[in-house]
């Protein structure tokens, strides 16, 4: 929340800044009184010190910070940690009922991720598309470090910040996780443009949105515009908890020079 609170203009909110500020966004009384809740409670929640508030009290925190629709479902998530299952640090497995279905298709790319952004299966029209949708490879890693993602992302700022704030929903209350904690450090450590985005605690819940990729090879360069994605959560087994199976809808294709 501390996060959040600091990309809150006090004009945003029909304050006036009043004095110098130290730090950017709105103080913590402030956030309390658009609230409806007293400054030692919103101290104690914003420290962790109190971990069980009301649905209502999220909500009116919510709106404060003006969340949208994905944002306060994702802080209501996190201020019900242990409503979900437990998620071993096992490496997860695409379903192989899954990994079948997708192969069938010859004529939509597909992918299956797991909560980390690993692409555990991908189909060859996937794969063909670009090497990135390889399993093995983890979609956000490649972002960031991999400049063969920046040189063909038509908008490279656009799909970096869809990737961090999608990390962030999938990861939900488990930011602990082993697995997370190692590629975000990671990343923090090699790319300045993660760690700002990390650090705004955005969040994306909807399918990827549509994307142009430009591809090249030996005499040729083709321009791939996607139609936005869709996604489906499959079940995998019950220790592996959840994968993510992603459906690229091709759009337009055309040869360039």
Request: proline share 8%; hydrophobic share 45%.
């Amino acid at each position: 929340m501390r996060a959040r609170r600091a990309l809150v203009r006090p004009e945003d909110v029909g304050l006036y800044a009043v004095g110098r500020r130290r730090v950017p966004g709105l103080r913590r009384e402030e956030l309390a009184t658009l609230a409806g809740i007293s400054s030692d409670y919103y101290l104690r929640l914003e420290q962790g010190r109190d971990q069980h508030p009301s649905p209502q009290v999220i909500a009116a925190i919510a709106r404060a910070l003006q969340l949208d629709e994905a944002a306060t479902a994702y802080l209501h998530v996190l201020a019900q940690p242990d409503a979900g299952p437990q998620r071993p640090g096992q490496p997860e497995h695409a379903p192989a009922s899954i990994v079948q279905l997708i192969a069938s298709w010859p004529n939509t790319p597909a992918f299956v991720l797991d909560r980390h952004m690993d692409v555990l299966a991908a189909n060859a029209l996937a794969t063909a598309l670009s090497p990135v949708f390889s399993p093995g490879v983890n979609l956000v890693r490649a972002t960031f470090l991999d400049p063969e993602v920046r040189r063909h992302a038509g908008d490279w700022d656009a799909v970096a910040h869809s990737a961090v704030s999608r990390l962030r929903a999938l990861a939900g209350p488990g930011v602990d996780d082993p697995r997370l904690a190692e590629l975000v450090a990671e990343l923090t450590q090699r790319s300045d443009q993660f760690r700002r985005l990390w650090a705004r605690h955005d969040i994306e819940v909807a399918a990827v949105p549509a994307r142009t990729f430009h591809l090249c090879g030996p005499g040729y360069r083709v321009r791939v515009c996607l139609a936005a994605a869709c996604s489906l959560t499959v079940p995998a087994s019950p220790r592996d908890g959840r994968a993510l199976a992603g459906l690229m809808r091709p759009g337009a294709l055309s040869l360039y020079g």
